[in-house]
Each structure stands twice: as structure tokens, then as C-alpha cells.
């Protein structure tokens, strides 16, 4: 494909999951021989195995303890991964770039305080006035501040604070979807010439009682120990282990990553989110449809990076849809390694695919049942997420070279 | 060919206001809106979904005339959504699928209270302190609850209007807190704008009141103490203001570009001219107290518009009756408009429906267009006790007519949120 001055390009790469914290161990995963075996926590929140944060010194990307105190997990992986993605980018001490940079993040909400939450339905199972014990409790109980840890769009507000991006903020919600409008979005605005710098990503923290319950809804958590992605079945929980991660990617226009000397990893040449019913090969329809922005790629050169769930039927289907549309492109389903990361699964997807084509890497098997070697570095990467209960999308993206 | 009419100042499309739908707490529909807001009605009242004793706000602008098959923030907020919807889309003259993309400005959710309860009764017995998601865990393994799930999944509004309304691709749910529906209008022009549509639905929502979503306003001192009577309490730019009022609202507005919609005959209620936006960095609920990034969302609106300060006839003023949002929005104007903003009209129809907060930058932006369609200023009410350091034309509890052909609408929110529009009568 022809450059453009227009053409949106990933100058920032910022990535934490359960193999490490910045690029270094997640390239050391895309390009081992053979896969290093995640790590789950299998414990701690027992039926239900989750890949855990790695060992984060915060104080690298946050500095001030102050802001460190105001956030929990959630806010504080989402601010450290954009810190480094700003870091890569060589922007974090460019006052100016930062000041008009957009950022658009893709955020569920912030941890409960389980242990007020408990002594509330304790207290209540004894009493027949719940409502009034609950405005009793909350008004005593609940810390001021926690609020502000809690509220969605807090995570972009953060992120305006401690590392001071302030072009614009917007925070999109709805699981997965959210992720893949944050990109889908910044895309369109770079390609129309509305943005020339935007941040954006998101973070999941899986270690959440509260978290769990939610997809528990549905029974779509796996239980037990690890299996590999594409063999989870409804012997083993829904399918779906979740993964705290975080995931933010600077992207730019050509013309000014270009304009200040920034090193390219790769290109995104299409974006485009869907939705709707999955009955009667709906969801196959769509997927078809989305895999047309990659039609004229070689398969035998495409790294197809799958973000499928886990959960049973949805993985299974979004597979058959792949194997067809991308016979011969190598596939890696990367959630199964990493955990699924919800809201930061897409951005997640495309930070691997972008270190996978700037290093020309040969991505190993995650699942050798499935998987097979990869023959030649990638010309051109696919990225999917297929919501656990709604919404799809697939990003196109090609080396620079 | 291109026809100049259509594009503004930098060549890029018009985009024109075609169909306007409202809900608040004065009613259902912009024809009982606007005849309360114009009449200086309020809508706020005692709170009746929960009890309020022990509590220091008793008061709100609930939406409880809307029916809900279960009463969680997620049904509300679809519910308004739909009915905002199904009015503007009737006015824009639209039927069938609407073949656009979906903005939504909805809040963020949790599970209901009651939720937990029940949940609760059904668990096991505690075996140790703080245990109870690990209880609640055990019976949904026992027995799923997909209700639950579909109540607190933040995608589950838009994808039921989606549906409803058969919008294209995927819908952006977002989140910008008090100045999400403004940050929705804005997603929708961009869209427009990119050329990647002709029209975009813009729908804000917020049914999200309860005593939790209360109690963490009031423990953050963000809201008003002036129970009695209800309807004095939100009092913008009062010398006693005390904290806003907690509300609850939805607006939908059709925006498509001026070309296709002259092209299809539809009326043309108004033009979104020009949006602005700017992060503030300075505190997670504070503004930072020079205004900056106020201003600069304010000039960067004016800017995109193609207009000066000297074009604005009227401001919807963001307005919330917090001792600090008022003080700072003044300065903020004062900087941008100078000697001439105390012959601006500006006033806050929060003054009656109170903060709608995710949905309020939407609902202010219909009551703008609906003020120059109409040449009706709607009032400030409650202004009785003037903060002399704030010297405005609040329109003081009555309506005035007077027309006016540009409007600048604010909105400010928590974690450094600052959003502006501007719209006009005319193309040009």
C-alpha cells in the first residue's frame, strides 16, 4: 500500500499483562520458539482461575504517591499503561504534544468496597428495613473518595493529571465494544484530519470478586485450572478466564509522526466495529463482512490475532468464520495467554499485532491443538474481538517497511 | 457539484438539527417542557423511590412517570431513551431503519441494592468477615441470573436501541460525567463531518438516581442541603446556592448534514455549528481555578463554529448552583466575552429540572435550539439573593422574548471534563 499523509500509524506501544510490564517481555512472548506458559492464579479466587498483574512498580509511571492513593487498581493500571505508551512514543516530557493530544479510553467501572458491600447484606439479612439501614451505612461507611475511583470517566480524568493530556478526553464504555470504538473513532479522526495525536487504551483488573459475579451472570467464567484457549468447554466453567491488563497505543497521523522523527511500529489500514443478533449465522454474516477489510491480503504473510473469549460458542464460531476467510494465515488466539481483558481486549490486540510486525516476529503456538507454526514473519495482521455477549470488530494493520 | 450553502467556514458539511425529543422532570416531551421551563416551573420535588430519612438531600429531579418492567437504572435510562427517541425521530419525519450511527451518552451502572439482597437470601450462610461476593458467587454458580447481568452490562442501552431504531455499525456508549451529552452531539457531527454519514443519532440518558448514587454526591458536598421547599433549592448564581440538584432526564436530537436534509425536504430546527472541548488537568472535581481550560473549551467551540464572541445572542449557561461551578463558569465567560457578557442573556435551566447529569449537556442543547425557534429566553429561577460577584442578566425568573440566532451551551464535568456547543437559527 501507497503512504499517506493521513494514514494512521501506532507510535506508542504501552502494555502490561501477566507476562510483564512494557514491551520487552510481551516481545520475548510473540517471538519464543515456543510460548512461556502464562501465569494464572488459580487460588485466590477459587473455582475461578484469573491471570494475574504482574509486579508493577507504580511509582515509575505515577509519581506522586498522592495520586497513586486517589485511584485503585483499575485507574492505576490504566494510567501506568498509558504512561508507558507515552514513554515509547517519546512524548511523556512533551509538554505541548500532550496538551493537544486526544485521548479516548475504554472503561467499566472501578472496584467496590467489598468489605462495606459485605457488613451491608450481613447487617441486612437481619433486619426488615434494608433501605433504611443502607442509607444508614453508606453515609458512615462508604469513603468519600472511592466514589471518584469508581466513576468510569475518572481513568481518562487520571490520566489528564498525571501525565497531563489534555487536548480532549473521552471515556466510551459497553465491554469489549467500548475498546473497539475508542480505536475505531481515533481512527476516523486522524484519517479526516480532526486529530493528528491521539491516546488511546484502556485497563481490566480480573482480580475483582465483583468483576467475576458480573459474568457469572451468565456462567461464562471458566472454572477449575487453565486449559488453552481453544479447548474450553462447558466441562470446565462458560470458558472465559479473565486477565488484568493494560493496553494503550499512541496513534498518529503519518504526517506528524513523521514531522517529529517517531519511530513507526506499523500501520492501521482499516478499523470497523458491529453488533446484532447472533441467531442464524448472524454473528458469521458480520464476521464475514469485517474479514473483507483484509481481502486483499496474502494468507500464507497474515498473522490473523484472535481476541476471542473464551466462552465456548462464540470462540468456536468466530474460529470456523476465521478458518475459512483466512485459510492459511497463521492464528493466535492472544487471550487465551493473556486473559481476557474486557474493555482493553481490541487495544490489547493491536499493541501485540503492532510489536509483532515492527519485529518481524514469528509468533509461537498458543494452543498447539489448534495453532500451527508460523512459517514467515507477518506483511500484514488481523486483528479480532468478538464481545463475550455483543459486539465484534477487526482491525487491518501492515509492517512499515 | 458542491454547493457552498452546505458547507460552513471550513468547507466541511453543515450540520443541521432535524428532530428534537426531551424528557425531564416537568414531563414527557418538548411541548410540556417547554411550556414549564417558559413559565418557571420546577421539578424538583421530595424524593419517593427510597426512603430519605437519615439523609442530609431529600430532594431531586426524578423522572417517576415513565413506565419500567424493573425499576434499575439501566430500564429507566432505556426507557427514556426510547420515548426521547420515538418523539425526535417522528419530528425529524424519519420512519423505519435509521440507518445512522448511535452516539449514547448513558451513565455508568452497578448492580441495584436489591440486587445484592436477593442475591444474598439465596446464598449460603458467611463464613468469614467481607465474604459476601464470595457467597453471592456461590449461588450464581448455582443458579445463573442472565436479568442481573443484562442490568449493570454498560453496552445493554444502545444495543436495545440500536434495535429499536435499527442504527448502522456498532454504537458508541460514552461517558465524559456532566458533560457526556454535549461530548454525544459532538461525536455525532465529527461523524457527519468525516463524511462516514449523513446522519447521526445523538441520544443522552441518565435514570441512574438511587440512594447510593445520592449518598457519594452528598459525601463529596456536590449537592444542595435545601430540602424545603424542593422546588428553591438549585438556585445558579444565587449568592446561597448550595450544591446542585440530582436528576434525571433524556434528550434525542437527529443531526444530519444541511444537504441531505434540505434534499429530503425535512425542516431544519437549527445548526450545530461548532463544538469545543478541553481537558482540564488540574484536580479530579475541581476546575482549575483560573478557568483555563473553561476558556479555552468556550473559544475552541467559537473557534470551530467560524464565529467570534461577538455572535453569541444568548448562553445556556452549564449553571449548576454549586458555589464553585458558578463562580468559575462567570470567570470563564468573563475571560472569553469581556465587557459584553453582562448584556448577554445567560441562564441555567437547572435552575427547574435540576442536573441530569450524563444526559444534561443534550437536554440543554434541545431547550437552546428550542429558545430561537421560538424567541422565548426561558428564565433562571430562584434568583432572589444575587451573588454580587457575579454580575449577569439571568434572566431572572420570568421568560423574556427576545430572539436571538446563536447560542453557546457549556458543560463541565468531574475528572476534568469541559464541553461547549455552539448552534444557530441559520445556516449562515
Redesign the interface.
Known sequence: MSKSANDVVITGVGIVTCYGVGKEPHVALLSAAEAAPPRVDTERFRP?PVHPMPEIDWSQQIAKRGDQR?MENWQRLGVFAAGLALDDAGLKDDAEACASMD?IVA???GE?D??V??????E??KRND???L???K??TE?R?TL??A?????L???I??VH????????????E??G??AV??AF??I??G?STHSLVGGAFVAER??I????????AHATGAWHPLWQRSADNGGGMIMGSVGAFLVLESRAHAEGRGAHVYATVDAV??????RDEGKLEQRLDRLAGLAANADPSETLVLSGASGLADPSARERNVLRQKFAGATLRGYGGVTGHAMEAQFPLGLALAALALDGGLRVPSFDSSIEQPMAVPAKRAVVTTV?Y?????LAVLSPEA | MSDNRFKDHLGRPLIAVTGMGVITSLGQGLEDNWAALTSGTSGIHRITRFPTEGLSTRISGTVDFIAVPVDNAVERSYAFARETTTEALAQAGVSGDFEGPLFLAAPPVEPEWSARFSLADRAPPSQTEGDAYDRFLAAMRERPDPAFLEAVQFGSISERLSDRFGTRGLPVTLSTACASGATAIQLGVEAIRQGRTDRSLVVATDGSVSAEALIRFSLLSALSTQNDPPEKASKPFSKDRDGFVIAEGAATLVLESLESAVARGARVLGILKGCGEKADHFHRTRSSPDGGPAIATIRAALEDAGMDESGIGYINAHGTSTPENDKMEYGSMLAVFGERLKDIPVSSNKSMIGHTLTAAGAVEAVFSIQTMLTGTLPPTINYVNPDPAIVLDVVPDTKRDQQVHAVLSNSFGFGGQNASLVMTLEPA
Open positions: 475461578y486517589q485521548m472503561a467499566g467501572g467496590r467489598i468489605k458491600d459485605s457488613l451491608i447484606v450481613d441486612a439479612l434494608r433501605e433504611v443502607l442509607n444508614e453508606l453515609t462508604l468519600p466514589f471518584l469508581q466513576l468510569s470517566n475518572l481518562a480524568g487520571n489528564s493529571i497531563k493530556v489534555t487536548g480532549s478526553s473521552r471515556t466510551f464504555m459497553g465491554e465494544a467500548a473497539i470504538s475505531e473513532t476516523h479522526r484519517k479526516s480532526q470478586a465483583d467475576i459475579l458480573l459474568v457469572e451472570g451468565i456462567r470497523e466495529g458491529d453488533r446484532g443478533s464481545g455477549t455483543r459486539g465484534e470488530g
